[in-house]
């Protein structure tokens, strides 16, 4: 994992109170993908689609890009055990391979920006080009975690059974076409994953840790990003769980100023 700069501080002076989650606003946060999962068939059941599309929505933007990502970090400080079945499960409804999700994420984080780096190869890439990669980077990702040798039979399992998932959704669309939406929404909604994760975030350019990502501020894109865009802040101090994120960017503020980094700004 990069080291970090000597002219960030070290995560003693910043504080270790931003390792801390509440119990209480940790278990809302790891059940909530299986409520959105819960109330997409509700309303689905119902007619409300529009629900339904909501909850798949939200369900993509809070997994991978927060709730899966510190299991992926083991952030959360739960048992190793637990840890392990909640990344597998979460992803899972999601129609993904939480442990290849893992190894490629991590990889990413230590070889940024090399040739082998899948998850941040957008970076590179024309927007056109990231789009296009959107549909094949979820096998072109289980594929290197399955070559990487590391968690394989977790990583084989949870391959088979999103295969199994599919296809018993696929099989209902005779009975009812509930199942197999939910199962397309869910898949649709990973091919943005090479825009959100790796084209809009990062320099591919850049050789320094605090350029390659780009520092994001401002009230607007803090309302757009749902306080998700600390991309900078996650690949300086990755051990920090994502609620923290906020304030871990106001404590480092000063020092991006002190370093001359320019954030991005959407208006205000």
Request: with cysteine.
């Amino acid at each position: 994992m990069p080291q970090v700069p000597v002219d960030v501080p070290p995560l003693d002076v910043l504080g270790r109170d931003l390792l801390v989650v509440p119990a209480w606003r940790r278990t809302l946060t790891l059940a909530m993908p299986f409520i959105l999962a819960a109330l997409f068939f509700l309303f689905a059941a119902r007619g409300l689609w529009l629900g339904s599309l909501l909850c798949t929505m939200v369900m993509t933007f809070i997994t991978y890009g927060s709730i899966s990502h510190d299991l992926v970090h083991r952030n959360l400080r739960l048992p190793r055990w637990l840890n392990e079945v909640l990344l597998c499960a979460i992803e899972l409804i999601t129609f993904r391979c939480g442990h290849a999700y893992r190894i490629v994420h991590l990889h990413h984080h230590a070889h940024f920006p090399a040739a082998d780096d899948l998850e941040g190869s957008a970076a590179a890439m024309s927007w056109w080009r990231a789009l296009l990669e959107g549909p094949i980077l979820q096998p072109r990702l289980l594929w290197f975690a399955l070559r990487s040798g590391r968690d394989r039979a977790w990583v084989a399992g949870e391959a088979i059974t999103v295969t199994i998932l599919f296809v018993i959704a696929v099989a209902l669309i005779p009975i009812t076409i509930i199942p197999a939406a939910f199962a397309a929404l869910m898949i649709a909604g990973s091919w943005l994953f090479p825009i959100i994760t790796a084209y809009i975030p990062h320099v591919a350019t850049s050789d320094s840790a605090l350029t390659q990502t780009k520092l994001f501020r401002g009230t607007m894109l803090s309302v757009v990003g749902a306080q998700h865009l600390y991309h900078l802040e996650h690949h300086l101090y990755p051990q920090i769980p994502h609620h923290n994120w906020p304030e871990l960017a106001r404590r480092l503020d000063p020092h991006f100023e002190r370093a001359g980094l320019v954030p991005v700004k959407l208006f205000f």
